[in-house]
């Protein structure tokens, strides 16, 4: 890597680029992002405090494919944003590969907050973008359930919202891109939700995000962490990635839809074998919480 930020693009790269743009990214991101030295070192100052909080724990990481397109397919956690950043410095320092996510269209389209995930190689989250991205050979995340799974009700820890999401399928498929399933725990047990979008409390929310254009569905809920404060509770996060689907078999129908629908349930199935893996190594974790990660740094 480069010592001054961005790294020097070369011939192949240039090219790459010009591929990617031809094949038309939307809202103006660049087709190849090069992060440096420097990068990701102020991406890594910048999540130290999260890290240090949450004492993350990665498994399975050499699953994700070396070279060639990937699709990362994960479950979608709390509020959706305060987990998965930690993957990315993760994957590219372990296996050298940059993560390009695909984003909420709500975040997307807040012009500072583009810019920002555009630099670190996120993108909205459109099909053809996830195919432009995928043909050139990059590793993408998806999350299926999108901003409702991420925007939970109460009794919904940990619970996949996949209903008729087979997009992700489609593109693999058509792509043929493996599957890697990804899954993450931590911040549901870090919050406790206090009111959902059900609640009369949260009416005044409702409504005011109606008014703005969203679905009422995406209406946040009102959580709390240490006490009645938002701070979450320094429980650990825990990230796996499980054995890569080769979606060639798929590829063998005549009924793409049929097709999709099918992987689809496969994914699921690992992507919730993956969730029971973590909670089990959670169960018996004695660093799970601080109080206990202090305690295994006292002398025995």
């Excluded at 990617?20 to 100052?45: K, Q, Y």
């Excluded at 996949?162 to 599957?179: D, K, S, V």
Aim: net charge positive; proline share 7%; hydrophobic share 40%.
């Amino acid at each position: 890597m480069s010592q001054k930020g961005r790294t020097a693009i070369s011939g192949d790269d240039r090219q790459r680029g010009a591929l990617m743009d031809r094949a038309g990214l939307s809202d103006g991101a660049p087709a190849s992002v090069d992060l440096g030295a420097i990068d990701l070192r102020v991406l890594e100052a910048a999540l130290a405090p999260l890290r240090a909080w949450s004492s993350p724990r990665f498994f399975g990481l050499d699953n994700i494919p070396a070279e060639g397109p990937v699709l990362l397919v994960a479950n979608h956690n709390l509020l959706g944003l305060i987990d998965a950043p930690l993957l990315l410095p993760e994957v590219l320092r372990t296996r050298g590969r940059l993560i390009r996510g695909l984003a909420e269209n709500l975040l997307i389209s807040v012009p500072g907050v583009r810019h920002l995930l555009h630099y670190y190689g996120s993108v909205r989250g459109t099909r053809g973008n996830c195919r432009a991205l995928l043909e050139q050979g990059e590793v993408v995340l998806v999350f299926p359930g999108g901003g409702r799974e991420a925007i939970r009700r109460k009794g919904e820890k940990y619970a996949l919202r996949w209903e008729g999401r087979t997009g992700f399928a489609r593109m693999a498929i058509e792509c043929g891109a493996p599957i890697v399933p990804v899954a993450m725990i931590g911040i549901d047990d870090a919050y406790d939700i206090v009111a959902d979008k059900d609640d009369r409390v949260l009416r005044p929310l409702r409504r005011l995000v109606e008014a703005l254009g969203i679905h009422t569905e995406l209406t946040p809920p009102l959580v709390r962490g240490i006490g009645l404060t938002p701070i979450p509770r320094p429980e650990r996060f825990y990230f796996t990635a499980g054995t890569p689907i080769d979606p060639g078999p798929w590829r063998e129908t005549g009924d793409i839809d049929e097709a999709a629908g099918q992987l689809s349930v496969v994914v699921q199935k690992a992507v919730r074998e993956e969730l029971l893996f973590l909670l089990g190594h959670q169960a018996v974790d004695r660093g799970r919480t601080l109080g206990g990660r202090l305690r295994e740094l006292l002398p025995v």
